[in-house]
């Protein structure tokens, strides 16, 4: 059952998050792709992710759909102008990726490529417009196309450190939703009683929520994590878990899979970020009882 039928179906669905490489060898990539098929429902393939140049999404959707591993690709302004984008949403449907995340582009300042231009011709709600007008057969200067392409749009939201932004970030949801977007991507979750709270406000944007769940890797990143991004809610005591366990690395995957399990029924699916340790997925997913 593809993706779009799972949203529809109200199944749970469960996404992997796969970089592409910074080069041509796609060897890893393809290892990867293979090994969580049948396992995971989608992969989503980011686009130059925290600034970093690597292989385009598109090619690694491609790469992903070829190995039988449906491909959702993320879509945002930063780096290229309209036509450039629309140009790249047509070829992304003719070479049978028809699903789409919708994102910001994230700053540059931490990236390997800190004096590239930063175009952002299109913001994330001016995309979500260019998508449906391509989707209704017109470009965005009004011209015909000769065949229309059919996507499935989610779109993603930003880390809430309190009520107001949560608040702020439902809204700009809203506007999303009401822009073509068909599920919303949260943040990554490690406070999983706050995320109840949040879930039951979300039910208003009438889309299936998808929650992130994002391996911590070490120590280090638990408290990377906690001092630099307060919208994570990072506890101390889940930190200290890790420190005392005799194998860190795997403690942070029991606290993955225990999490997907917990959320299995507050959202109605889950993505999950290793962030080059998609050789970990497996473990995860088995720790979650999948």
Known sequence: MSFEKRLQSGEFVVLAEMNTPKGVDISRFMTDARRIKGRVDAAVIPDMDNGVMRMSALAGGVLAQQQGLEAIIHVYGRDRNRMALQGDLLAAHVLGIQNLIVVPGEDMANGDHRDAAVVDDLDEMGLLNAIAALQDGKDLAGFGLDGSP??????SLAPAAD??????ELAAAREKVAAGARFVVTPPV???DRFAEFAKQ????KVPLIATIFLIKSVAVARYIS????GAHLSEEMIQRIRKSSDREMEGVKIAGETIAKLKQMAQGVLIQTMGWEHRLSAILDAAGM
Do not use: H, Q, R, Y
């Not at 009520?163 to 702020?168: C, G, L, S, T, V």
């Open 150 to 155: 059919k996507f499935t749009v989610g779109c």
């Open 227 to 230: 001092f630099n991004e307060p």
């Open 202 to 205: 979300a039910e208003s944007l």
């Open 190 to 192: 490690f406070d999983v």
């Open 163 to 168: 009520e107001k932004a949560m608040a702020a």
